[in-house]
């Protein structure tokens, strides 16, 4: 496999950093729900820790030379294809990914209930899938 180490390693670290600032916000549902400050720490946090999984599914599907996919949900169903990770951690990843799309695009009214719940127990779907990464990247050496 053929794969840029570095910025595969900087994403891996961008996203431990989101996934440890996430972790030390402390705040109930009815607080995320009505401040908006809080909304926006915790929008840009999970959109950026969302958006370093993609990026790194990505270039592991080109290094892996799997078939090239249009959507960035349909990465990491990829990736479940060439058991690199489950099926299970790949539709979690996919709900992830229209998190992420809520939360750019704002087509649709940000659900605070499922950031909520994404926030507090979601977040080890994405370090899961660093630990794939990682091990990747330990294959690789």
């Keep these: 496999m053929i794969v840029d180490k570095v910025t595969l390693t900087r994403l891996l670290d961008k996203l431990k950093h989101k996934l440890a600032k996430l972790e030390t916000m402390e705040f109930g549902l009815d607080e995320i729900r009505e401040d908006e400050d809080i909304q926006g720490l915790v929008d840009r946090r999970l959109q950026v820790a969302i958006e370093s ?34 099926k299970k951690l790949s539709e979690k990843l996919v709900d992830a990914c229209g998190l992420r799309n809520v939360l750019v695009h704002e087509c ?31 294959k690789d050496k």
Excluded: H
């Excluded at 996919?69 to 489950?86: G, M």
């Excluded at 940000?110 to 990747?136: G, H, M, Q």
């Design 108 to 138: 649709v009214d940000v659900d605070y209930n499922v950031v909520y719940k994404t926030k507090n127990e979601d977040l080890d779907n994405l370090r899961e899938f660093a630990k794939a990464v990682s091990k990747l990247l330990e």
């Design 53 to 86: 999984c993609i990026d790194m599914v990505t270039m592991v599907i080109a290094a892996l030379s799997l078939k090239r996919q249009d959507e960035a949900a349909d990465v990491f169903r990829e990736l479940a294809r060439a058991n690199i990770i489950s």
